[in-house]
């Protein structure tokens, strides 16, 4: 695959990752923790928004020297009708979310040949991907 094509799926995986409902929930915190296992449910979710930060760091110090732009995804604003609502009620809808993200990476990594540079990171992304969606499966099934 020549690299502009190797540049732009990972531009592409950047946007989605960047523009996820779980960086929404990280970065727009009006969400009320419910019960005494409030903390935790907070605790264990920004953990999963850093891993993510952490992926989408990763690709864009990866394409940042190798091409003149990284594009960076948009919220959408179906999101913020889901301000105020109680943590628990939304992570379903993370863990949805989220399983969309892995199914696409599932998808992208195969695009990409074994033992490139842009493979391998994109291995990384999915293993902190899928991470994130046992994360937010098992707390969902809590």
């Known amino acids: 695959m020549p690299i502009s094509t190797d540049l732009e799926l990972l531009n592409r995986v950047l946007r989605d990752l960047s ?6 929930v990280g970065e727009c915190w009006p969400w009320t ?19 993510q930060r952490g992926s989408i760091s990763s690709i864009a110090e990866y394409l940042n020297p190798r091409q003149a732009r990284v594009e960076f995804g948009k919220y959408s604003s179906d999101f913020t009708d889901l301000h105020y609502a ?6 379903k809808q993370l863990a949805s979310d989220q399983s969309r993200i892995v199914e696409s990476l599932d998808r992208q990594v195969t695009l990409l040949a074994s033992g490139d540079l842009s493979r391998e990171l994109l291995d990384a992304v999915l293993t902190n991907e899928r991470a994130n969606l046992a994360a937010l499966k098992s707390l969902s099934a809590k």
């Open 86 to 91: 109680s943590l628990t009620f939304l992570l």
């Open 33 to 51: 923790s419910v019960g005494p296992d409030g903390n935790q449910l907070q605790a264990a979710i920004n953990q999963c928004v850093e891993r």
């Open 19 to 24: 523009g996820s409902f779980l960086q929404y």
